[in-house]
């Protein structure tokens, strides 16, 4: 059993993205040093017009920069850059309990998982508005019903990932949808994921949050609808096959009964239109096939690109951090 926050022979990388966040990134430097000493800090500077950088290097943190906007884009950079057994991801804003960093690491190597969610506990209002809560259950509910199982918080922005979930994640949207697609290629390729509780606190005075509920929540939901017509094509097709054939049926039958009656079609440019739209459906429902046999292709991709990296070192997994296996519980 490893000493908490000290795990022998674990290269542990810690990416922080963050952007205008001068007033909170060094408490977040010093509180993820205390908890994993040994471990590598990485600010990444996403085009701040404050001192964020300067700030993060006085802290000890090592700044790197990145010039697309967007957390989605640094965490595409971080991933192809950092080398590590481990990586902790959390925002720069100070919202997380950074000195639990070290519980989440060790859930990780204790299972072993390859991906840990901090599951956000908060007593404070201000911290998480009650949209903000209905939204992420909403959106957190579609992805469950898309794909099976939940994560109980899927917009938390503090995980612990293994080195094989890194190096097998695409990481293609750009902003805040970056959540969802790290929660969604853990479900779709039903990698071990725990989840663990973190405190959840307001932002210190002087920072300003980067979320925008309605516009960040309605690109979240178009990436849920993006990854649905990818990753599960038969279904995504299947609805518009039927919605066209509802459609091809409300306007073909009356022609077909009428014709059966009087043997006559007088309102032939509704039934050139009705069959029209009954091929196109027919037509979805075939691409949706095809497009789930190349899928599958590219899921097995995936699948043996995540197996060319090791599991994480397991653990002696101390009591306080049994954790419930798939699907998983928030544990304290």
Not at 32 to 56: G, H, K
Not at 82 to 106: F, H, K, Q, S
Not at 161 to 174: E, I, Q
Not at 205 to 218: A, C, F, I, N, Q
């Amino acid at each position: 059993m490893s000493i908490l926050g000290e795990f022998p022979g674990t290269e542990i990388a810690v990416i922080v993205p963050c952007y205008n966040e001068a007033a909170a990134v060094g408490k977040v430097v010093h509180e993820l040093r205390e908890s994993l000493p040994t471990a590598m800090i990485y600010v990444y500077d996403n085009n701040s017009t404050d001192n964020t950088a300067a700030i993060a290097t006085t802290a000890g943190a090592i700044v790197r920069h990145v010039a697309q906007k967007g957390k989605g884009n640094v965490v595409r950079r971080a991933f192809a850059d950092v080398e590590a057994d481990v990586y902790l991801l959390i925002d720069g804003d100070d919202t997380y309990e950074a000195a639990r960093a070290a519980v989440l690491v060790e859930a990780l190597l204790a299972g072993p998982y390859d991906h840990v969610v901090g599951v956000r506990k908060h007593s404070n209002v201000a911290a998480y508005r009650p949209g903000h809560t209905f939204g992420n259950r909403m959106l957190t509910g579609a992805v469950g019903a898309l794909f099976g199982r939940e994560i109980t918080d899927m917009l938390s922005g503090f995980r612990a990932f293994s080195r094989r979930y890194v190096k097998s994640f695409p990481a293609l949207s750009r902003e805040f949808e970056i959540e969802t697609e790290l929660t969604i290629h853990s479900l779709h390729l039903r990698i071990p994921v725990a989840e663990v509780q973190v405190g959840y606190k307001e932002r210190p005075v002087g920072g300003e949050s980067k979320l925008r509920t309605y516009r960040d929540g309605s690109r979240i939901l178009r990436w849920i609808l993006h990854l649905a017509r990818v990753e599960k094509p038969t279904l995504y097709h299947g609805v518009l096959a039927a919605v066209f054939g509802v459609i091809a049926l409300a306007l073909g039958v009356p022609i077909v009964v009428e014709y059966l009656q009087t043997g006559l079609v007088p309102r032939f440019p509704t039934a050139v239109l009705a069959s029209s739209i009954g091929l196109i459906g027919i037509l979805m429902l075939v691409l949706g096939y095809l497009l789930d046999v190349v899928g599958r292709a590219r899921q097995e991709a995936a699948r043996l690109s995540y197996l060319r990296h090791p599991a994480p070192t397991q653990l002696v997994q101390p009591p306080a951090l049994a954790l419930a296996s798939e699907p998983s519980r928030p544990t304290e």
